[in-house]
């Protein structure tokens, strides 16, 4: 089992910056890509950036040029480094993991979440 838990999050202003963690437990070895999802309230849960297990990485057009993506694999951690932050980057930000159980299946393993505030 993989037990993960982000921090980081809190309340900023606009063009501020934050750095989410995210750290894993458990089972981590398991653990293929990584990511972090936001959810605003009334809005659906969209990927924000994911890593592989190899540090190929991908971002959602709303945050290329000022999110960055990281993991340090020897920590059992993924960080989001947010940087130019704007209001409408508020939500609920969800790291997400990828567990390898055997060959044939993969599940989703997710934190409790961490609130990000950008104030205007």
């Known amino acids: 089992q993989v037990q993960l838990v982000e921090s980081g999050g809190g309340l900023v202003q606009t063009g501020g910056s934050l750095r989410l963690s995210c750290a894993a437990s458990?089972?981590?070895?398991?653990?293929?890509?990584m990511g972090w999802y936001r959810q605003a309230p009334g809005r659906q849960r969209d990927l924000v950036a994911a890593?592989?297990?190899?540090?190929?990485?991908n971002y959602a057009d709303s945050v290329k040029g000022r999110f960055t993506i990281s993991r340090d694999n020897a920590k059992n951690t993924v960080y989001l480094l947010m940087n130019r932050l704007k209001p409408e980057d508020t939500a609920v930000y969800y790291c997400h993991g990828e567990v390898v159980v055997n060959s044939f299946l993969r599940q989703d393993a997710w934190g409790p979440g961490t609130q990000v505030t950008v104030s205007s």
């Open positions: 458990g089972s981590t070895l398991s653990i293929d890509g």
């Open positions: 890593i592989t297990g190899g540090g190929s990485t």
